[in-house]
């Protein structure tokens, strides 16, 4: 009976210690205060010694020497901390690419003369890059009935929304009227694109 009467004076002892040192100031980081009613309970019934902030024992008394001096937390910067700064997270800039566009060349091929029934023509054409721009047709026949069927022929397959353009081959349909002006157009486009 004196044991179990001894233990509890010391439990709570201890008890009341650890709860005047934890509200001191400059004794480290302060706990929230937990009242009595939800206070852990040991088997006893009384309730169970909260652990020591320096480690010691339940119902032994802390030194003040022990509990003034708070515990320092790691720092993952020390070198600020130690030159009396302020810690800052920097992150690492990204690096720099000067990414101009390519400079595209334009250059023009002129494809070879194509003679026909109607006298020879040739195509040139405009090239950006890869890509054909425009398209056009070189010494067609003017005037007369030959002269409207080279004009359909380069309406259909000539300039910038021409169906060289379109297409970007020689696969062209052929014109209406004008087999022979058409015939002479797809072989000289389709060296010129042979040279491009």
Same mark, same amino acid.
């Given at each position: 009976?004196?044991?179990?009467?001894?233990?509890?004076?010391?439990?709570?002892?201890?008890?009341?210690?650890? =709860?005047?040192?934890?509200?001191?100031?400059?004794?480290? @980081?302060?706990?929230?205060?937990?009242?009595? $009613?939800?206070?852990?309970?040991?088997?006893?019934?009384?309730?169970?010694? +909260?652990?020591?902030?320096?480690?010691?024992?339940?119902?032994?008394?802390?030194?003040? *020497?022990?509990?003034? #001096?708070?515990? &320092?937390?790691?720092?993952?910067?020390?070198?600020?901390?130690?030159?009396?700064?302020? *810690?800052?997270?920097?992150? &690492?800039? %990204?690096?720099?690419?000067?990414?101009?566009?390519? #400079?595209?060349?334009?250059?023009?091929?002129?494809? &070879?003369?194509?003679?026909? +029934?109607? /006298?020879?023509? @040739?195509?040139?054409?405009?090239?950006? /890059? !890869?890509?054909?721009?425009? $398209?056009? %047709?070189? /010494?067609?026949?003017?005037?007369? @009935? !030959?002269?409207?069927?080279?004009?359909?022929?380069? $309406? *259909?397959?000539?300039?910038?929304?021409? +169906?060289?353009? %379109? *297409?970007?081959?020689?696969?062209?349909?052929? =014109?209406?009227?004008?087999?022979?002006?058409?015939?002479?157009? #797809?072989?000289?486009?389709?060296?010129?694109?042979? #040279?491009?």
């Amino acid at each position: 009976m004196r044991r179990a009467l001894l233990a509890i004076t010391g439990l709570a002892a201890g008890t009341t210690a650890l =709860v005047v040192l934890k509200g001191a100031p400059g004794a480290g @980081q302060a706990t929230p205060d937990v009242p009595a $009613a939800l206070a852990p309970v040991a088997p006893g019934g009384s309730a169970a010694p +909260e652990p020591s902030p320096t480690g010691s024992a339940p119902g032994v008394t802390p030194s003040p *020497r022990a509990s003034a #001096k708070p515990t &320092p937390k790691p720092s993952a910067d020390r070198s600020a901390a130690s030159r009396g700064g302020t *810690r800052t997270r920097t992150t &690492p800039a %990204a690096p720099r690419t000067t990414t101009s566009a390519p #400079k595209v060349t334009t250059r023009t091929v002129t494809g &070879p003369s194509v003679t026909y +029934e109607y /006298g020879s023509l @040739q195509v040139r054409i405009t090239l950006s /890059g !890869s890509r054909i721009v425009d $398209a056009t %047709a070189i /010494g067609l026949p003017l005037g007369g @009935q !030959s002269g409207q069927r080279s004009d359909d022929v380069q $309406a *259909r397959y000539s300039g910038t929304s021409g +169906e060289v353009v %379109a *297409r970007q081959s020689a696969n062209l349909s052929t =014109v209406s009227g004008a087999t022979y002006t058409s015939t002479a157009y #797809k072989q000289s486009l389709q060296a010129a694109l042979d #040279k491009a």
